[in-house]
């Protein structure tokens, strides 16, 4: 969401931070739609002004014994009360009009964000680690996990219908564990606060995140006006909606182990096979409440505590800065990190890190106060995946398998995974 006022001071930075995202210029409609609005409530101010005056001459001209000047007052009383009571209503739908076409834009790119319109233009920031060599042509997850008889997917389709899976035995041990790690990681060493949120949130919620109007499609829609959340971002971030903040509470830290459902409404005929893209999907979320000064930092700070995760578990990965045209709705900017899968012989994406500056906070009304100013600013909010759980479960699947198809398990899970070494077929 953006301040109309800022708009109307800066329309040309506005119109060049649209043309980044791909597109058209937006400025001189936002503010011609803003006009009208301001236009209507002065009409509004005006008649309201009258009609005070109008009342007045009311008593004047009955205290005077004048009937035919009182009915005249009356009667013009009565008709500015007819136009004020319409125009309250178009008022109404003005506001609701503005605050539509504000909504339905993305956020503005940071100014180190490179310019470009598709993944074809990210920038690499760093490559960690090597990839592994092996003696043998590396298998893809669904094919371990289906030779393990441990991954499930034609009787999660007569389940759920395709896009799900059903994990067994040790596959579903090590996908646990992987989550439980996660959080251990977070919560005792990185100073994140562990929630565990509603998946089900009202549709406020989702508007506050960027989620909604925009992405209805993708999401999925309960019968009683609830919504399945895309990412436990949602709820975290809506911690603080509706909230003045003292500035010594931040910067607040959140994680949340969920389940996560997305309808991936755009995503046909991509990834049909294994579990990289599923309606239903754990995830092990980070969000962070902070103020302007301290964003960037904080972004900083997000994205070195999901690469830890890949570190500890041993996995060769590269960190992306997205390009304009190919951040999402609410970033102003982000990071991703792709995790090598030699099944794939391919980076793919296991977290995004994103700073979406006062964007979101404008949506949900989240501020905080300094001691030193009576005015409130907007808290700055970031997420990112800390990280992906599925996803995850396929890279150590992909990485750490032998010849004969069974998997190691990486050291830092073989506690929780209760001194298991290794996950063959039984």
């Not at 007569?158 to 439980?180: H, M, W, Y």
């Not at 099944?343 to 905080?368: K, L, P, T, V």
């Not at 699947?397 to 998997?407: C, K, L, R, V």
Request: hydrophobic share 35%; net charge negative; proline share 4%.
């Amino acid at each position: 969401m953006f301040d109309i006022r800022w708009i109307r001071e800066n329309p040309d930075r506005f119109d060049e931070g649209m043309a980044a995202r791909g597109l058209d210029p937006q400025a001189a409609r936002l503010v011609a739609l803003d006009e009208e609005r301001r236009s209507h409530i002065g009409e509004l101010q005006a008649a309201q002004e009258k009609r005070n005056q109008a009342s007045k001459a009311i008593g004047k001209a009955k205290a005077s014994g004048d009937e035919a000047a009182a009915q005249a007052a009356i009667d013009e009383v009565a008709k500015l009360k007819s136009f004020l009571q319409n125009g309250e209503e178009r008022g109404r739908e003005l506001d609701s009009a503005l605050r539509r076409a504000l909504a339905e834009l993305p956020n503005l790119p940071a100014e180190d964000v490179p310019a470009g319109a598709d993944e074809s233009d990210n920038v690499e920031l760093r490559v960690v680690g090597e990839k592994p060599d092996f003696s043998f042509e590396p298998k893809e997850h669904y094919d371990l996990g289906e030779a393990l008889g441990q991954m499930d997917f034609e009787t999660a389709a007569k389940l759920s219908g395709s896009r799900f899976v059903l994990l067994n035995r040790d596959l579903a041990r090590l996908e646990r564990a992987l989550g439980q790690f996660m959080l251990n990681l977070h919560t005792q060493e990185h100073d994140y606060h562990e929630v565990n949120p509603p998946v089900l949130v009202r549709e406020e919620i989702l508007f506050g995140t960027g989620n909604l109007p925009k992405f209805a499609d993708d999401l999925f829609h309960t019968d009683d006006d609830r919504w399945l959340i895309p990412t436990a971002e949602a709820p975290l971030t809506n911690l603080v909606r509706e909230s003045i903040l003292t500035h010594d509470y931040l910067p607040r830290r959140y994680t949340a182990l969920t389940n996560c459902f997305r309808a991936e409404a755009g995503s046909a005929g991509r990834d049909t096979r294994g579990m990289l893209r599923q309606h239903q999907f754990s995830k092990v979320e980070l969000v962070s409440i902070t103020d302007e000064e301290s964003s960037n930092a904080e972004h900083d700070r997000m994205l070195a505590c999901a690469e830890e995760v890949l570190k500890r578990l041993g996995l060769h990965y590269r960190v992306v800065t997205l390009c304009s045209g190919d951040m999402g709705f609410s970033a102003r900017k982000t990071y991703d990190i792709e995790v090598w899968l030699p099944g794939q012989n391919a980076y793919r994406e296991i977290s995004s890190c994103s700073n979406c500056g006062d964007f979101q906070a404008r949506r949900m009304d989240a501020r905080y106060r300094l001691e030193s100013e009576k005015q409130t600013r907007f808290v700055h909010t970031l997420n990112g995946s800390g990280i992906a759980v599925g996803r995850a479960l396929i890279a150590v699947m992909e990485n750490y398998q032998n010849a004969d198809g069974s998997i190691r398990i990486p050291q830092a899970l073989t506690t929780l995974m209760g001194g298991q070494t290794v996950i063959q077929s039984r």
